[in-house]
């Protein structure tokens, strides 16, 4: 059985960030692999700002040459717009892995905004990665009114697989400040000048 984290997001574009993110997340949890989910267009997002799919997912590729990471297009062909969906899906494509969803504590203060929240947390266990000027407020988010009953010790994560769900946990991690919002608001073109290589999403489904 593979334990597999999955770390979903716009990935616009992919950086130096998400890889640490993911990097830590395969020791912290004695994940085989990280399953980076590039979104084809956030529900929560503007869409305004957005570079195209296959760029997006090509930065994602270029980020995780060399480590256990696998950037896919998957919702795009499965037609999944919301995480809920996405999850059963994957769970019933690959019934014999185990999948933990990750994210950065930006994420938990609008996960209570998500589409059936509470049934992703009784689908997958939840691993919440400290993410710098975030980690307080993420600890009193709206969704945790109803989560913090389920979190679990940091010292238990790699036993991750035995846990009932719901289940939270919160993983401490080095501050790494690097975001796509800053690299979008430094080069906002930069999938113009990112190689002309580009692969097309579908021959990243898994």
């Known amino acids: 059985m593979m334990r597999i984290g999955l770390l979903g997001g716009s990935f616009n574009p992919a950086h130096g960030g998400h890889r640490a993110i993911s990097l830590f997340a395969l020791r912290a949890l004695a994940l085989d692999e990280v399953w ?10 503007d869409p ?9 997912l090509a ?6 040459v060399g480590a256990p990471i696998r950037p896919t297009a998957i919702e795009a062909k499965l037609g999944t717009r919301y995480t ?19 994210m950065g504590a930006d994420n938990l203060l609008q996960f209570g905004r998500w589409r059936a929240w509470r049934e992703i947390a009784r689908t997958v266990p939840i691993a919440v990665v400290a993410r710098p ?6 600890r ?3 969704a945790m009114g109803w989560l913090r009953r389920f979190v679990r010790p940091a010292g238990q ?15 401490r991690f080095v501050p790494d400040p ?19 290589s580009v692969v097309q999403p579908r021959r990243y489904a898994l």
């Open 59 to 64: 930065s994602a590729k270029r980020l995780g």
């Open 140 to 142: 009193a988010a709206p």
């Open 36 to 45: 980076w989910l590039v979104s084809p267009g956030n529900p929560l997002k």
């Open 178 to 196: 690097r975001s796509a919002t800053s690299i979008r608001q430094a080069d906002p073109h930069w999938h113009r000048r990112a190689p002309s």
């Open 48 to 56: 305004a700002g957005m570079a195209p799919l296959a760029h997006r």
């Open 84 to 102: 809920i969906d996405t999850l059963k899906a994957l769970k019933k494509r690959h019934p014999h892995h185990s999948f933990v969803w990750l």
């Open 157 to 171: 994560a790699r036993r991750w697989t035995e846990w009932s769900k719901p289940a939270l946990v919160f993983l």
């Open 133 to 138: 000027g975030y980690n307080h407020a993420a």
